[in-house]
C-alpha cells in the first residue's frame, strides 16, 4: 500500500524505508562507523603516537579531546547553515576535510602538526547532529524513525568494538620498522574520500518532507529561530538534562581506564578487548530503543521521555558501581549495561528532539543539543571529575560526579515530558494538520 507521500506502508503504524531513505540511512550509518572508528584507533596507538612524536601522554591526551572541542565551536554555525543549504553537500565537505586530516596525520612529525590535523578532524566530525541526523529524520516517514536513530546510534558502538580489531590487524601486517598508526590513519583516509563522494552524490531529502511541510518554505532569520525554539518548554528540559548529563559522559570514561589500569591490573590490550565488549552493550541498548521507540512514542509521547529519563538517571548509578567493581567480570557486565542504558536513552530523547522541532528549525535544534552535551555539560564536567579525582582518587571521583548528574539529568528529562504532547501539537499546527497520533 503506497501512502499519501511515496512511503510504503506495510501494516498499522509501520512504514518501510523509501528509496532515498535507505540510501541516506547508509551513508550516515557508515559514517557515524568510521567517526566512532577513528576514535578508537587513535586510543590504541597513543601510546605509539607519544613514542614517535616524543611527547608527553598528557599531550596525547589533549589532542584527542581536541575532536570534542572543535565538535562544540562548530555545531551552532553548521547548524543554522544546515537549515538553509543542502545537508548532503555540506556533509560531503565536512567529510572531505575529515579525510584529508585523516591522511595528514599519517605524516605528521611534531607535536603542533598533530594539533592542527586533529583540530580539522574534529570539524568535520561536527556534523552528526546538525547535518546527519537532520537528513536521517527527514529521509524517512515519523513511524519508522525510531528505527533508524537506533541503527545510526548502533554505528557509535560498533565502530568502538571495531576500531581496536581494526588497529590489531593493521599492527600485526605493518612490516618492523613501519609506524602502524600512519598506515591505519591512510586507509581509514581512503575509506573517508569514498564516502565523501557518496555524500556529494546524494540530493537532500527535503526538511519536513514527510511532516507536511512545504519544501520551498524560506529559511527562519536567527533571531526568529531561537525565539521559536525557546518557546518549546520540552526542548529547553532536554538541552538542561543533556548538560547535566554530559557531566558523566566527558571524563567518566577516561577514568574508568584508569580504574581498569590502576586498579585491576589490566594492561593496554585487555583494556581494549574489555572495552570492545562493553560497547557491545551499547548496540544492543540503541537497536531495541529503536525497535520499541516507534510504538512507544506512537503510544505516549511523555512516557518515551520519561523512560529515557529514568534510563539515563540510572547510568550514573551504573558507573559508580562499575568503578567499585572488585573484579573484572563485575566491571564487564556493569559496563555492558551502563552502555545500553547510555545509548537507549539517547536514541528515545533523539526521536523526542525531532518531534518537537519544526523540520526547518531541526538542524540549529540538534546543534543546541551537542553544545549542551559537549559544552555545558563536557567541559565543565571534565573539570569537576579532574578536581574530585586529585581530591579523592578514580574510584571516589566517579561515584562523586556521576551518579548525582545522571539523577538530576533523568529527573530534569522526566519533569519536561509534562510539556511534550503541547509542543508536540504545536509543531502539527504550524504544519497545518491535524495532531491525531497523540495520545
Do not use: N
Not at 366 to 384: E, M, N, S, T
Amino acid at each position: 500500500m503506497t501512502g499519501a507521500r511515496g512511503g510504503v506502508v506495510d501494516g498499522p503504524g509501520r512504514s518501510a524505508l523509501p528509496g532515498g531513505g535507505r540510501s541516506v540511512l547508509a551513508l550516515v550509518l557508515a559514517l557515524q562507523v568510521v567517526d566512532s572508528v577513528d576514535v578508537a584507533v587513535f586510543a590504541v596507538f597513543s601510546a605509539d603516537i607519544r613514542d614517535d612524536l616524543q611527547v608527553s601522554e598528557a599531550a596525547v591526551a589533549t589532542v584527542a579531546s581536541l575532536a570534542g572541542v572543535m565538535v562544540a565551536l562548530a555545531s551552532l554555525p553548521l547548524g543554522l547553515l544546515a537549515d538553509r543549504r543542502p545537508r548532503t553537500l555540506i556533509a560531503g565537505v565536512l567529510t572531505v576535510a575529515w579525510a584529508a586530516a585523516a591522511a595528514l596525520l599519517g605524516a605528521v612529525q611534531s607535536l603542533w602538526q598533530l594539533v592542527a590535523v586533529r583540530a580539522v578532524a574534529g570539524l568535520g566530525k561536527a556534523g552528526e547532529g546538525p547535518v546527519q541526523t537532520t537528513m536521517l529524520v527527514d529521509a524517512h516517514p515519523p513511524a519508522v524513525r525510531g528505527r533508524v536513530l537506533g541503527v545510526q546510534r548502533a554505528g557509535q558502538p560498533f565502530g568502538a568494538a571495531v576500531g581496536p580489531a581494526l588497529a590489531a590487524v593493521v599492527a600485526a601486517s605493518v612490516p618492523a620498522g613501519e609506524s602502524a598508526w600512519r598506515w591505519a590513519f591512510a586507509i581509514l583516509a581512503v575509506i573517508g574520500a569514498v564516502l565523501a563522494v557518496c555524500a556529494l552524490r546524494l540530493p537532500d531529502p527535503g526538511r519536513g518532507r514527510f511532516d507536511g511541510t512545504s519544501p520551498l518554505v524560506a529559511p527562519v532569520p536567527v533571531r526568529v529561530a531561537w525565539r521559536r525554539l525557546y518557546a518549546v518548554r520540552c526542548l529547553r528540559a532536554v538541552l538542561v538534562g543533556l548538560g547535566a548529563l554530559g557531566l558523566c559522559l566527558a571524563a567518566i570514561p577516561s577514568y574508568l581506564g584508569f580504574v581498569l589500569a590502576d586498579d585491576l591490573g589490566q594492561d593496554a590490550a585487555a583494556r581494549g578487548v574489555i572495552t570492545a565488549v562493553c560497547a557491545c552493550g551499547g548496540l544492543v541498548g540503541a537497536v531495541v530503543a529503536g525497535a520499541v521507540g516507534d510504538r512507544l512514542f506512537r503510544h505516549s509521547p511523555p512516557l518515551t521521555l520519561r523512560v529515557a529519563g529514568t534510563a539515563l538517571a540510572l547510568l550514573g548509578v551504573g558507573f559508580a558501581v562499575q568503578a567499585h567493581a572488585s573484579t573484572v567480570t563485575v566491571f564487564v557486565v556493569t559496563g555492558v549495561l551502563t552502555q545500553a542504558l547510555t545509548f537507549a536513552g539517547v536514541v528515545l530523547v533523539t526521536l523526542v528532539v525531532s518531534a518537537v522541532t519544526p523540520p526547518e528549525l531541526r538542524s540549529t535544534a540538534f546543534a543546541a543539543v551537542g553544545v549542551y552535551l559537549a559544552v555545558v555539560g563536557g567541559l565543565l564536567g571534565a573539570l569537576i571529575t579532574g578536581v574530585a579525582a586529585d581530591l579523592w582518587g578514580a574510584r571516589p571521583a566517579i561515584a562523586v560526579v556521576a551518579a548525582p548528574a545522571s539523577v538530576l539529568a533523568g529527573a530534569v528529562l522526566v519533569a519536561g515530558a509534562a510539556h511534550l504532547r503541547r509542543d508536540v501539537a504545536a509543531v502539527a499546527a504550524l504544519r497545518g494538520r491535524a495532531p491525531s497520533d497523540i495520545r
